[in-house]
C-alpha cells in the first residue's frame, strides 16, 4: 500500500525515486476504495493447479479481489472435468462488454507450434486488442506474455536447442521500477521453456523496457508501457514441486529431460525440492495489484475512455 506524504516534503522525491509507492494527499482524497475484477485467462491444461497458483498470489494483498476464471470460446480442455468448467469458467465471447482492472493471460504447452498456428490464435488476437479497451493492466505469462509482445510489437520466440529447466538467477535491471519494490538484488526464478526471446529483439523496439534478466536463460519480466501490460516469460507462480511433477512426468514417459538445474539440494532427485523463490512471487504480484489499486478509475467503465 502507497504512503501519503505532502509534495513538498523532500522525503517524497527522495522515496518516489527509490521506487517506493507514495501518494499526495490530494490524490488520496480522490480515492475511493472498491473491489478490483481481475481475470485470469487460463490456457494451462491443468486448470485447477493454476487456478491456485495464481489466486493464491493475488489473494495475498489487503485488497478486497473478484476473480474471474475465462477460457477460451472454443477451445475445449480434456485435462479438466467438464463440470468444472461449465460450473466456473465463462468463454471470453461471454465477458468482452465487462471491463477488468487487471487481466492474466496464463501460458500454455504449444511452443512448438507458430502462433499463427494455434487454433484459438485469431480469438486470442481478439483478447490483446480487447485489453486496450476494456482492461487497466494485463500481464501475461510465458507462452501468453510471448505471444502478446508478438502481437504488439512483432518480437518473434526461438526455439532453444534445450528446455531451459530448473531455478535460474536473475538479476534487477531497472531498480526504480515500482513493480519491483521490496525486491533482492540477487534472486532465483523456476524456468521451463523450449523456447527464448531475444533482449536485443526487444531492445530493438521503442517502449519496451526489460525490468528482470538473467545471463543464463535472457530477458525474463518486459513492462509494455503504452499497452499497459507486463510480460513474464518465467514461472513466479508455480509451487515448490511444479518443476518436480514435469521432471517426474517426462521420467515416466521415457521423454529425455535434465535434472531440473538448481532445483534439488545437492541436484539429487531423490531429496525434497527447496521453494527460494516464494516471497519474490508475492513481491511481484502485489506490487502489480497495488499499481492497479492507484491508477484505475473508481468507476470501472471508465476503463479505457
Avoid at 496464463?106 to 479497451?133: C, M, N, R, S
Avoid at 536485443?200 to 535472457?218: C, H, N, Q, R, Y
Wanted: hydrophobic letters at 35%.
Amino acid at each position: 500500500m502507497p504512503i501519503t506524504l505532502p509534495e513538498s516534503l523532500p522525503a517524497y522525491d527522495v522515496l518516489r525515486n527509490e521506487g517506493v509507492s507514495v501518494m499526495s494527499p490530494e490524490r488520496a482524497a480522490r480515492q475511493d476504495i472498491r473491489p478490483l475484477r481481475i481475470g485470469l485467462l487460463n490456457l494451462m491444461p491443468k486448470k485447477i493447479q493454476t487456478e491456485n497458483q495464481f489466486a493464491r498470489l493475488i489473494g495475498a494483498t489487503p485488497l478486497q479481489i473478484d476473480l474471474h476464471l475465462i477460457r477460451m470460446t472454443e477451445h475445449q480442455t480434456r485435462n479438466t472435468a467438464a463440470a468444472h468448467m461449465e460450473t466456473f469458467y465463462r468463454p471470453f465471447q461471454d465477458v468482452r462488454d465487462e471491463k477488468f482492472d487487471g487481466l492474466i493471460i496464463t501460458g500454455a504447452p504449444i511452443e512448438h507450434l507458430p502462433f499463427h498456428e494455434v487454433t484459438y490464435w485469431k480469438e486470442l488476437e481478439q483478447v490483446f486488442d480487447w485489453t486496450q479497451t476494456n482492461v487497466q493492466s494485463t500481464f501475461g505469462v510465458c507462452w501468453g506474455g510471448m505471444a502478446m509482445i508478438n502481437h504488439f510489437h512483432g518480437v518473434q520466440k526461438h526455439m532453444l536447442p534445450h528446455k531451459a529447466f530448473g531455478c535460474f538467477r536473475h538479476r534487477i535491471l531497472c531498480p526504480t521500477s515500482p513493480f519491483l519494490r521490496g525486491f533482492s538484488d540477487d534472486f532465483v526464478i523456476p524456468v521451463s521453456r523450449w523456447t527464448e526471446m531475444r533482449q536485443a529483439e526487444i531492445d530493438a523496439k521503442p517502449g519496451l523496457t526489460t525490468l528482470l534478466g538473467s545471463d543464463e536463460v535472457g530477458p525474463c519480466l518486459v513492462e509494455d508501457s503504452a499497452h499497459r501490460a507486463l510480460y513474464i516469460f518465467n514461472h513466479f507462480e508455480y509451487d515448490s514441486d511444479t518443476l518436480k511433477q514435469e521432471y517426474d512426468r517426462d521420467i515416466a514417459a521415457g521423454t529425455p529431460i535434465n535434472v531440473p538445474m538448481n532445483y534439488y539440494p545437492d541436484d539429487n532427485p531423490a531429496m525434497p525440492p527447496l521453494n527460494r523463490w516464494r516471497s519474490h512471487a508475492h513481491l511481484l504480484y502485489g506490487n502489480w495489484i497495488n499499481e492497479i489499486y492507484q491508477s484505475t478509475p473508481y468507476e470501472i467503465e471508465k476503463i479505457g475512455t
